[in-house]
């Protein structure tokens, strides 16, 4: 069966700091992969998707990136935290075709 | 923006209560989606219901879609209180599988 992590589960960065979240997926080949934001009590900002290794596709320009290095790999970086950037962060996957999506149990990130 | 709406934003019913929640949405669609969240937890996938499709039942869910009026609706019936959740519809673009709109959600909370 499939199963996607997230780590870490909590984060508590100060503004200017650099940032890593990874994701990873287990059981499948070729997932498209998404990271979204999520800001307390809100729904999902679509952030960034991925299609295959080194395919990314950007929904909002910010100083946020991500990276597909391997197949079932998605991290999400910055160079300098913003204030604005605390919220929790999903990663998700899907399968090919119009598909759900599965998503990880999330990053907390307060940046202080 | 193609963000879908729900409405209520939150809704308070009594175990035993049907809990009925709406989403619109503004673009042509592949697909619309619902989601539950627990709080603090990453999203589960509830039901898919295709853009050709009219009605759709999942154990106690029924979902409708109305693609002239761009909206469709997740009813719960015979509620519980492990119902309690926010719940989200998702839209998936006619043109770009790819992308996943989510809207601002619905917060149910079910009272024993």
């Known amino acids: 069966s499939q199963t996607i992590h997230q780590w870490p589960a909590t984060l508590v960065q100060p503004v200017g700091s650099p940032l890593s979240l990874e994701c990873t997926v287990e059981?499948?080949?070729?997932?498209?992969l998404y990271w979204y934001r999520q800001a307390a009590g809100r729904g999902l900002q679509l952030l960034f998707y991925?299609?295959?290794?080194?395919?990314i596709s950007s929904e909002v320009p910010q100083n946020l990136s991500a990276s597909r290095p391997q197949d079932r790999q998605f991290i999400l970086s910055s160079k300098k935290l913003l204030l604005s950037d605390s919220g929790f962060y999903l990663c998700?996957?899907?399968?090919?075709?119009?598909?759900?999506?599965?998503f990880g149990p999330g990053t907390r990130l307060t940046v202080t | 923006s193609q963000q879908g709406e729900e409405d209520p934003q939150a809704l308070s019913i009594q175990e035993g209560e049907n809990a009925t929640m709406n989403c619109s949405y503004k673009?042509?669609?592949?697909?619309l989606q619902w989601y539950r969240q627990n709080s603090g937890r990453g999203l589960v996938h509830l039901i898919l219901?295709?853009?050709?499709?009219r009605e759709k039942h999942s154990g106690r869910l029924r979902v409708t879609l109305d693609t002239s009026k761009k909206s469709s609706s997740l009813l719960i019936t015979a509620s519980r209180a492990a119902d309690t959740a926010s719940y989200f519809c998702?839209?998936?673009?006619?043109?770009?599988?790819?992308?996943?709109?989510f809207g601002s959600g619905t917060k149910l909370n079910v009272k024993p």
């Open positions: 059981g499948t080949s070729n997932p498209n």
């Open positions: 998702a839209t998936v673009e006619a043109d770009n599988f790819n992308k996943f709109y």
């Open positions: 998700a996957w899907s399968g090919l075709g119009v598909n759900e999506q599965y």
């Open positions: 991925s299609v295959g290794i080194g395919q």
């Open positions: 673009t042509s669609i592949n697909n």
């Open positions: 219901i295709r853009s050709n499709e």
